[in-house]
Structures are given as C-alpha cells and as structure tokens.
C-alpha cells in the first residue's frame, strides 16, 4: 500500500485481513505538516485562493466517494435472539431436550401405551430455555439499544469555495483539496491543513483527551501531526476565531476514521464467565456421558434389551441436566446487573457483570475520571508565599486571606482580566459546580474570585459593574498575555490588568507588589529566583500556571474618555507592577485516592493512560495513588542524585512515566518487559493506537483488562479489552458503543464498588452452582439402583422437575442476594487458570459429600414407606420387572400380601413423593450451607431474608403439591403420612455439622489437606 494524494497510507475498504488490521495500528504515517503550501496545492491541484475547478471537483469526488465513515457492522436483532437461545448453557438443555423426544420416540415404537415422562421433560426443557433464552435478551436490549454514533459524527453542512465563490454544502460532498471556511461552533468536516487563520482554536478532546481548547495556525510547530497546529481533525469542534484551510483527508482516511475503522473491525474474545459456563458444560456432560455410557454397558451385562438400555443411558444423560440452572445463572446475572444500575454502573452485556470481578488490570483515562474534568484554582502565590485554594465543593480548604492588600489586588486583577461569565439560572447549584461560558482556564478563574467576593460579601459581576472596561486585546500564542484597561469606581483614573504565561508577565513589570506595598523590582536575582523556585513547584504539581501584573495609569496622561486604541497600542504595556500568580488543575475527584487504594489491597494494578502532559499525568498519579508515596520514577532519581535521566537504571525503580514518543519506540519485548519489571506505571501523550496496543500487552500476560474512556480516541481499546468501561456525561457515542459497561456519574469510584459487585456474583453463583449440583445425586440414583438392583422406581421424572424448577429455583437465587464474606476485596484478583466457576473441589464436595448425604435421606425415606406397606428392602431387590407388569395383579409382598399393579403403582408414587420430600428437607440445611465458602454460619448470620423466604417456600410448595386434590390424578404426587416427612431431618441435621466442620478446619488450618481437598 502506497502513499496516495491524501498523504499517508489509504485504506482498502474490502480487506480486512490482518495486515490491514496491524496497518490501522501503525501511527500516523503523515507529511501535510511538513510541505509547504505550494507542494499541497500541487499534490491536490487545488488553489488556496479560488479553491478546485467545478470539473476537477466532479473528477476527484468520482474517485474518493463521499465524505463520510464506513459504519460499524451491527449484528441483527435476530442473531443476538439466536446466541441467547442456543448460546452456552442453553446448548446443553436444547440435547437433554431432543434426547428426551428421541427416548419418547423409541419407547413409543416399542410399547402400545409407554410412559410420557420423556415427553413431558423435553417440553419442559424446550419451555426453560426458550423463556430464559426471552429474558436475557429482553434484559440486554433493554441496556444496549443500538446508538447511530457514526452518523451523529458527521457535521451536517460544510462552507466550502469552489472556483472562487462561496457556498454552503452537505458535509459529505466534500472531498480532497476542497478549499473551506471554519468558524467558532462548527465541526470539522474533515482532516485540514489551515491556510489562514484568525484566533482560531480547536477542542481535542474527543481525539486527544485533552480538555483545554488548543490554538491552531499556519505554521508546521510539531512533527507529531496530531500535536502540530496547522491542522485540525474531521469531527473535532471548533471553539473560537475562524480559519480557511484545505481539505488533506475524507471519510475513513481521516485520523477519526482511521480509529473508527479500528475500533470496527476488533473481534470480542470470550468474556470470563462464558469461559467458565463452557467449562462447566465440559465437567457437566464429561460425568453425564461417563455414567451413561457405564450404566449402558451395565444394563447389557444385566441382561437388559438394547433398546431398554439405550432408554436409560439416554434417562441417566438427562438426569445429569441441571434443569434450573441457566434459569438460576440468568436471574442472578440480572440482579447484580441492576444492583450495579443503581450504583451509577450500566451493564450492556450480563456477562460483563462477572467480568469486572475477575479484573486483575485497570487502564484508566485521566480526565473526567480520575478527575473532576473541570480547571480549579489550586494554588496562590502571593507575598513569596504558596497557598491552597477551594478545590472540593462544599469543603473550604482555602489558606489564602481576600483581606491582604496583596491578595485583594490579585483578585480584583483575576476578576477584570477575564471574559467568562457564569450561565443563567443556576442560583442554587454550588459556584465551583456551576457552569460557565469561557474557556477552562478562564472559568476556574471566575470560580475562584467569585468564591473570594462572597466573602466580602459581592460578587464578580458588581465588582465588574463597578470597574466599567474601557479597552481590551485577547490573549494570543504570539504575545501570551490579555490585557485590559478598566475605569477605577470612586477615583478619576484607569486601571491596567493583565495576565498570562507568568515568565512573560514578569518581564515585563518594574516593580512587584510586596505586603501591600509596591517596591523596585530588586536589581539582584533573589525574588525572581523565588518566582522561579515557586513557578517550578507549581508546575511540577502539574498545575497550569497564570501570571498578572497591574498598573495604576498616570491621570493626566490617560483621563477619563481617553481614546484607547488596541489596534495601534498607545497605552503601557511595560514597567508594571507584578502581583502574583494562580494555578489551575483539573483536581481529582474526592473519593478516588481511596477506590485506588481499595483497588490495589484487591490486588489490581491501576495504570493511567492519558493523552495530557506526563508532568500533569504524573501529579495526579500521584495525588490519588496510583505512584505511591514512596514510589519514584528515573525522573525522581536522576533529580535527587543529581545525574542525567539516562544514566538511571529503569529496573532500580518500580514506576514509570512512559510518554508516547518513547512508547513509539518501543517493540513489544521492551513493551512487556516494561508492564513486567514496574508495578505502577503512567502513560501520557498515547495515542489511540498506542492505547490498544498497551491493552493487548496486558492480555499477552494474562491479565484480564478493564478500560476507561470517553471520546472516540478510546474506542479501540474499549472494544480490545475484556471489559470496556465508557463514561455516561463526558463519553461520546461511539465510546458508548464500543464498551461492555457505562459509568452514569464518569467516577472512577464506581468500578470498585462494580469490582467488588462482579466478585459477589462469582462467589455467589458458585454457591448456587455447588446448591443447585448437589440435588443431582439424590435425582440420578434412584435410577441408578432402578437399573442395577432392578428395585421399583424410587423416583420419577415429574418430580424430579419440581425439585429442579421448583422447590430449588427460588433458594438458588437467593444465593445471589448473599452478601459478601469479610475478606472479598482484601483478596488478589482470581487466576482464570485455576480458579475457576467449577472445579474438581466443588463437584467433590457438591456431589461426593453433600449428595452421598442427601441419596441416603432419600433411600431411607423409601425403604421405611416401602416397609410400613410390606416390602422388605430384601424383597424389592430384583421386583423390578414383576412390579411394571401390567398384565401381573399377583405381586406379593414380603407378608405374602397380592398387590394389584393400581395399588402398586399408588405405593410407587407415594415413595415418589416421599423422596422428593425428602431432598427438599436436606436441601435445607444445603442451602445454609452454600451461603459461605469458609465462615462459619454463625458467623456471616442469618440475614438474608430471600433465603430465608425461600426455604419457607421450598417446603410450601412440597405441602401444596402433596396435599392438593387432584394432583395426585394430574401429576401423580401422593398425600404422605406427617411422620413420613422426619426420617430426613437427621440426614439434613447431619450435613450441617459436617458442613460446619469442614468449614472449621479450613479456617483453622489454612492451606492444608482439607482446603487443598474440599475448598471449592
């Protein structure tokens, strides 16, 4: 791919193999910077006065297409239908369904009147899984309704000059080497090289991240296009001023296209929970098929028909089904989702839930974030001292004093040289949450001396009455300082105010304001040393630093009505008195040093990844903790010991401060041994590029990645990372779009509270899987010893679906309103490896322990009823075949009672009853049991009222079903004897004790045999 007439590599629209991908990576490739204007006007045959012909417009339109982004694919509603119903863990009750079909089929060919219990559980699976399959994804369009982000991109009308005249068009009928006109509150229609300009300035944000509006002009000032400022990007804002400029790049070829492209044309990996519920399928049909295959091969040593033996390895596959539990996952997910909701965390995807659990990494954006995106007045220095200003609303952190004379002047200066004003009706809001109209700097100005005269019992707009202008020149890049001249109130004289970059500002004074009084400027260097010492300490807090001066003009020279010219200046604007300076940051916000601080005792490693300077990027990091106290970067050591950066070792620190020139540089070793060999790392100036390969070195370690962003720069890497976090005010559309989870209040505190959510939910429905599991046992073996033992059924299908979808459902769930264990944020993030959903441990425990427990209950139960009514454990084994002959009324008993096969059948499904009674009185004591992994009961408590609900109705619902009229017709569940309901409860008390034991020993001895065995 060749450089073509828009100056860097174009992009083939039909590939999308992966040298195009790792093109769309690469930086910018770029020299419409660099050439002068006559080479541009050749490459483009264009003019910069009359701009194209109408015939070479028509030409280069034919060739380029129209001005607009390729739109991201959406997958249709139908197929996201379609991954809900056959994804996952659907997939596996979709074949216990057919089995059951296929298992009625074949009984149905052999036996004139067979039994429907196949055919009723296949409806039933078909039923949960299409109604699951339904909820889930009502539950994610509710959350993710496709947003038309590329088109909202798009500005609507562009001015454009074509053979000289001007004319106003649709945006997407520019193309290249159009000549067009940029005022204040347009959007860039496309990628330009500005031609002339007039106090022109552009808002980066959506592209860099950097919140101040940047001055543009025609002179090439970087060789990072991004950063030069004679051109400004498709889709970016223009803020102020107005500017001609050339068209360099349309559509997809522009820098923002170039992202969108990217950002497209990213694959989503597996989120960690599908990983584990896939891993789960494996464990789950690997026993399934196991048993089914042994008790087949059993069933023809046994003498069993093969069309009988296929019956039951197909019953044993499906037995092995747990029935309620996508049903149990799904409602869990949703819960937490909308718990998340409440907590400003709207999740897109239901497994991006769990996702922010498992998160070992978080590449956090900086502004807006980590801080309040809004400049504040940090500090004053004044009287050669530095103070703090108001930086949290509410909270009155100001050292400063309004009534000093020097910090009163300092004010007034702040006030007057200053064009913003504060937007209407917004009396009650908080002055340093109001909004204004003005540029950042200017506004946290306004904030801070509105906050001063409010003590002095006035505000800034009286104090502007008073001081009526006379005169002012705007700030410009070129003489980096605003003035303006204002009548004094009371006094026939004029006051000159100025302010700017402080350096500037203070070369042009004489003498400086001091305690009140003005002095000489000393002829020896100790207060500019001491202005220099301040100005260094500021800015190296990462502040942007403000000079301003005053000057009181003689009255006879300059009188009232004087005519002040600003065009041809013939007022002073040397020998003024210097007064003092003001910082500006965009502060952090309140609760972030403690998320952070919360984040790193979990074990997640926070790195920023921000477009601002490293300077400002590194102050933050430091004030909310992501570079520790006792932390250093090779920049604090070189300046410690007093050597150059370079003679620094990078392994004898453990942060980093990596711009993106030097990440440029970097091949993906240096990259990974960077993330491997420093704990705490910021990386300032990236671009979009630079941030997603930053993520995928992450995920080479096997970390899983969260990211957070806002504008459209972000979307590659929130659409890479395992879980993308956008921001709901600041985040543009697109951002929204490419990410799994938004943050309504843009506050980073927000994904802790979500991390320490996604952990919940991981153990809980561990806790939920391990309940729901354990029933299995007391489901399959009954059919187990049916084949082996040849006894009557001890338990049918029907009733196994009400334990299933029934009894259990409601318990299971409730585990998902379990609150956490004391240690769940203290604890490092879980390894995907190791710590999985469902492992060796809990099956042991689920199936092995607990189970063995509950299928004793069970068999109990139905040797007692089996007993009372005259057979003998001894006399069933073997009765299986005389006991379903239909045609046999004889059956004795082990008293030498006949029984009829009515009466036969009546007892059978009694027992059925008995024994479905029986697993929901051990399930009891299951369910306290699964509330916690490792504390004792007594000790997490017994707080949960929807499981305390829920075993009350578990045991409601097995009285209902047994002791309804007519369901003993409809659903062949039998009234039961009161005392038939106790021999469990010994059974039930008994895994509480076991259960509590176990749990005793884990704790007691950490890390040994018992956890290493039995701690799931």
């Known amino acids: 791919m060749g450089k073509d007439k828009d100056g860097f590599k174009k992009l083939d629209k039909k590939a999308k193999g992966k040298e195009d991908m790792e093109d769309l990576k690469k930086e910018l490739d770029m020299d419409w910077h660099r050439i002068s204007m006559e080479e541009m006007c050749s490459r483009l045959e264009t003019n910069i006065e009359t701009g194209l012909t109408q015939a070479k417009y028509e030409e280069v339109f034919a060739r380029e297409g129209p001005n607009r982004l390729t739109p991201p694919k959406t997958t249709p509603e139908w197929i996201k239908f379609c991954k809900q119903l056959f994804g996952g863990f659907s997939t596996l009750l979709w074949i216990g369904a057919i089995l059951c079909f296929f298992a009625y089929g074949i009984q149905s060919s052999k036996y004139v009147d067979p039994a429907e219990d196949n055919l009723y559980l296949g409806a039933v699976l078909t039923f949960v899984v299409v109604v699951t399959g339904i909820f889930a994804y009502y539950q994610e369009a509710k959350s993710a309704a496709i947003m038309d982000s590329f088109k909202k991109m798009v500005p609507q009308t562009a001015t454009v000059i074509r053979d000289g005249k001007t004319d106003q068009v649709d945006a997407e009928l520019i193309t290249l080497g159009d000549l067009i006109e940029v005022k204040g509150g347009d959007k860039l229609p496309a990628d330009i090289r500005i031609v002339s300009c007039s106090g022109f300035k552009v808002d980066n944000s959506s592209l860099t991240g950097e919140s101040e509006p940047q001055s543009r002009g025609v002179e090439c000032t970087e060789d990072n296009p991004i950063e030069t400022k004679n051109l400004a990007f498709f889709s970016t804002n223009a803020v102020e001023g107005a500017c001609r400029a050339v068209v360099i790049s349309c559509g997809d070829n522009t820098v923002m296209g170039r992202i969108a492209s990217l950002a497209s044309s990213l694959g989503s990996d597996q989120t960690p929970i599908a990983i584990e519920i896939e891993h789960f399928i494996h464990i789950v049909s690997g026993v399934a098929v196991f048993l089914g295959v042994t008790f087949f091969i059993l069933a023809f040593i046994l003498g069993y028909e093969p069309i009988e033996a296929v019956v039951f390895l197909i019953g044993i596959i499906v037995a092995n089904v747990p029935e309620g539990l996508l049903a149990t996952v799904t409602v869990c997910l949703t819960l937490t989702a909308k718990r998340m909701a409440k907590k400003n965390c709207l999740v897109k995807n239901l497994e991006a839930v769990e996702t922010l659990g498992s998160t070992s990494t978080i590449c956090s954006d900086k502004t807006g974030t980590l801080t309040q995106n809004r400049m504040t007045v940090a500090h004053v220095w004044y009287d050669e001292k530095i103070l ?71 505000n800034t707009e009286e104090v502007r009455k008073k001081h009526k202008k006379v005169i002012e020149i705007p700030f410009n890049s070129t003489n980096k300082y605003q003035v303006s001249v204002h009548e004094m109130p009371d006094k026939e004289q004029h006051l000159l105010v100025m302010k700017g970059a402080p350096e500037r500002i203070l070369d042009r004074c004489s003498s400086i304001l001091l305690n009140g009084e003005v002095i000489d400027m000393p002829a020896d260097s100790e207060y500019r040393a001491k202005f220099n010492a301040a100005y260094m300490e500021l800015g190296g807090m990462g502040e942007r630093v403000l000079g301003f001066c005053h000057s009181f003009l003689d009255t006879k020279e300059y009188p009232i009505g004087y005519a002040f010219n600003n065009e041809d200046v013939n007022f002073p604007l040397e020998n003024l008195t210097f007064v003092g300076l003001m910082a500006m940051i965009d502060p952090p916000r309140a609760n972030v040093p403690e998320a952070v601080a919360k984040c790193k005792s979990a074990g997640i490693k926070v790195i920023m990844v921000t477009g601002d300077h490293p300077i400002t990027a590194a102050a933050i990091a430091k004030n909310v903790g992501i570079i520790s106290d006792d932390s250093k970067t090779v920049d604090d050591v070189a300046k410690e010991s007093g050597v150059p950066v370079e003679e620094v070792n990078p392994e004898q620190v453990n942060a980093a401060v990596v711009h993106g020139s030097k990440l440029k540089e970097m091949t993906a070793e240096d990259l990974d041994c960077l993330l491997q060999n420093h704990e705490e790392i910021v990386f300032a100036r990236t671009s979009p590029q630079q941030k997603l390969i930053i993520v995928e070195a992450f995920q080479r370690a096997g970390q899983i990645v969260a990211v957070t962003g806002d504008g459209v720069n972000d979307s590659p890497a929130l659409k890479k990372a395992d879980i993308g976090i956008a921001m709901g005010i600041a985040g543009s559309d697109v951002s929204k779009e490419a990410a799994d989870m938004i943050l309504l209040d843009d506050n980073f505190a927000s994904i802790v509270t979500g991390v320490e959510e996604g952990r919940l939910i991981f153990d809980n429905l561990k806790k939920s899987i391990a309940y729901t599991l354990t029933s299995n046992i007391p489901e399959i073996s009954p059919f187990l010893f049916f084949i082996v033992l040849s ?143 490792k504390l004792s009961v007594f000790t997490q408590g017994m707080n949960n009222w929807v499981l305390n609900t829920g075993i009350l109705f578990e045991t409601a619902l097995a009285a209902f079903m047994c002791y309804t009229p007519g369901l003993d017709k409809a659903l062949r569940v039998y009234p039961l004897r009161i005392w038939w309901w106790l021999p469990a409860l010994p059974f039930s008390l008994t895994i509480w004790i076991y259960d509590e034991c176990r749990r005793y020993l884990l704790r007691k001895y950490p890390g040994g045999w018992v956890e290493k065995e039995t701690y799931y």
Not at 408 to 435: E, G, M, P, W, Y
Not at 857 to 885: C, H, Q, T
């Open 388 to 458: 703090k200003g108001d930086t949290v609303p509410g909270k009155k952190d100001r050292e400063f004093d309004t009534k000093a004379p020097t910090c009163a002047a300092l004010i007034r200066i702040a006030s007057l040289c200053n064009r913003a004003v504060f937007l209407a009706n917004q009396d009650d809001t908080a002055i340093l949450q109001k909004n204004c109209q003005g540029d950042a700097s200017e506004s946290a100005l306004l904030k801070a001396v509105e906050i001063a005269w409010q003590d002095e019992g006035t």
């Open 791 to 933: 006894i009557p059924l001890p338990l049918g299908t029907v009733t196994i679906l009400f334990i299933d979808l029934g009894t259990d459902l409601w318990p299971a769930i409730s585990l998902a309103y379990e609150k956490a264990e004391s240690d769940i944020m203290m604890r490092m993030p879980r390894d995907p490896q190791k710590d999985r959903l469902v492992n060796e441990r809990l099956i042991s425990v689920s199936y092995g322990q607990i189970g063995m427990i509950q299928a004793s209950a069970g068999f109990f139960v139905y040797f007692v009823i089996m007993a009372e009514n005259g057979f003998r454990p001894s006399r069933l084994i073997g009765l299986r075949k005389d006991w379903d002959d239909m045609s046999n009324q004889f059956v004795e008993d082990s008293y030498g009672q006949q029984w009829s096969f009515a009466d036969r059948k009546i007892l059978e499904y009694t027992c059925h009853s008995a024994f479905f009674v029986s697993i929901v009185i051990v399930q009891w004591a299951d369910v306290i049991i699964c509330k916690t992994r």
